[in-house]
């Protein structure tokens, strides 16, 4: 008769021995392994008369349980204690910054921001974006817009001129965004609802002036726009772009070849310590010119200024990125240096919108 509880006492005590998971497998092999002591007895089973299988059988068994859990519990212990020493090892200091991607670290410039702020809010009130190329003719910036030959008006815009074709005629580098007016008109029926944000060039370089720059035109034409209309949009532009309730404006006559009667238009501000208020103070800011379609651009353009008229205006768009994100030289737009980019730059994912807010 086999002493399975000596057999029994001496595995339970090498289990307990076992330092590691290899000796504790070497002591499951003696038990339980091919030749191991508890196999041999399960052997001897099959070789019993049936009583005493019935005696035997329940005992080698319960001891091969007892062993197996004994195993199992010594395992678990074995696992605990290797998770337990990964984790004093393996810390994670959730204090320290997280690292941005490359797309996070990038930034939008803050002219195409303000394109988009604009873009944005014009198209809210339900105006389409026009495009017109850089290089433009001569026609097309100056004779359609009702500048006459030869006058100084066209000097007056520091116009990058091309060399002469041989017929004798200049293509020229825009020196504003009205020629896109032209196109449009002649391109699209009114009515017309218009924006036209681009690039203009001019012959011209101090800390306000570079020679590219950014305008936006906009323009409407249709069988009964008048200046109330343009007011109203141009208050409503400024408060949505300054995010301010109220603003006060001041329309001042001016002369523009393309307009009848122009107006420019000042904004109030306050100046305070190197920043500008809007909406409030005693002080006055130029932001845009403006006016009634001179009804010989329309007649140039194919329309029957008896049955249209319509308004335009025309805004530099680095200056009201520079009154609206404090940005003191214009010449920093164009230096392309990183630092002053992840400093007045806007993060990619964060677009603009009027109900989540333009500039976040
Ligand atoms: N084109 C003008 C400029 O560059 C700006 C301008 C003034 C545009 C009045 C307009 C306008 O459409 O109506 O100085």
Redesign the pocket.
């Known amino acids: 008769m086999p002493d399975t509880a000596q057999l029994e006492l001496e595995l339970l005590r090498d289990i307990a021995a076992a330092r590691d998971e290899a000796s504790l497998e070497a002591v499951r092999v003696a038990a339980l392994g091919k030749n191991g002591s508890i196999t041999a007895l399960l052997k001897t089973l099959g070789t019993l008369q049936p009583e005493e299988r019935k005696a035997q059988g329940p005992s080698i068994n319960g001891l091969k349980d007892r062993v197996n859990a004994a195993l199992a519990a010594r395992r678990d212990e074995f696992k605990s204690a290797t998770l337990e020493a990964r984790l004093n090892t393996e810390g994670v200091d959730v204090t320290l910054p997280v690292r941005e991607t490359a797309a996070e670290i990038g930034r939008v410039h803050p002219i195409t921001q303000v394109i988009d702020e604009l873009t944005t809010i014009f198209a809210d009130m339900g105006f389409a974006v026009a495009e017109g190329p850089d290089i433009e003719t001569d026609d097309y910036n100056f004779t359609k817009l009702n500048f006459p030959q030869d006058h100084p008006a066209r000097e007056m815009q520091d116009t990058f001129f091309f060399n002469p074709k041989p017929d004798g005629s200049r293509l020229l580098l825009r020196?504003?965004t009205?020629p896109v007016?032209v196109r449009t008109m002649l391109s699209q029926k009114p009515p017309i609802r218009v924006i036209c944000p681009g690039r203009t060039y001019r012959c011209d370089s101090d800390q306000t002036h570079t020679p590219m720059f950014h305008?936006v035109?906009g323009v409407v034409i249709d069988k009964g726009s008048h200046l109330g209309h343009l007011k109203w949009i141009l208050a409503e532009f400024c408060k949505a772009f300054f995010e301010v309730d109220h603003v006060n404006m001041r329309f001042r006559p001016s002369f523009?070849p393309?307009?009848e009667p122009?107006l420019e238009v000042d904004i109030q501000c306050r100046r305070d310590k190197g920043e500008i208020r809007f909406g409030e103070g005693d002080d006055w800011l130029e932001i845009l010119?403006?006016?009634m379609v001179h009804p010989n651009v329309l007649k140039n353009c194919g329309l029957d200024p008896d049955a249209y008229q319509g308004f335009?205006?025309?805004m530099g768009i680095d200056r009201i990125a520079m009154l609206k994100y404090g940005m003191a030289d214009l010449r920093a737009f164009f230096e392309a240096d990183v630092r002053w980019l992840s400093h007045y730059g806007f993060r990619p994912l964060d677009l603009p919108t009027l109900a989540g807010g333009l500039s976040s």
Request: hydrophobic letters at 25%; a negative charge; glycine letters at 18%.
């Open positions: 020196t504003h009205s007016q305008q035109e523009f393309f307009t122009s010119g403006c006016g335009a205006w025309g």
